[in-house]
């Protein structure tokens, strides 16, 4: 297993990307969302997200403050791999 942070800026998002290992992310500052799938969910401080394998992703810094997460991921994972859809973030 390994821990990433990530920093994402005001109106600012992550790459919309999906991989083949599920991954668990837990926001430390900020708030804004996350997109699973077609979904779009609000999140904040001490939030968990849960990404299961192949669901295509991204977080969204869209709240006028940086977001902050660490993301726990399998060591052996993938690489990320563009959804089929080529679509923008929400």
């Given amino acids: 297993t390994e821990l990433r942070y990530f920093e994402v800026e005001p109106g600012e998002t992550t790459r919309f990307e999906r991989h083949l290992h599920?991954?668990?992310v837990v926001v430390l500052t900020g708030s804004g969302h996350?997109?699973?799938g077609e979904e779009l969910h609000p999140i904040e401080a001490f939030d968990l997200v849960y990404v299961a394998p192949s669901t295509p992703h991204c977080f969204l810094a869209d709240r006028g403050e940086p977001l902050g997460f660490l993301c726990l991921v399998d060591r052996?994972?993938?690489r990320h791999r563009p959804p089929q859809?080529?679509?923008r973030p929400l």
């Fill in 85 to 87: 859809s080529q679509r």
């Fill in 22 to 24: 599920a991954h668990a």
């Fill in 76 to 78: 052996e994972r993938d």
């Fill in 34 to 36: 996350v997109r699973l």
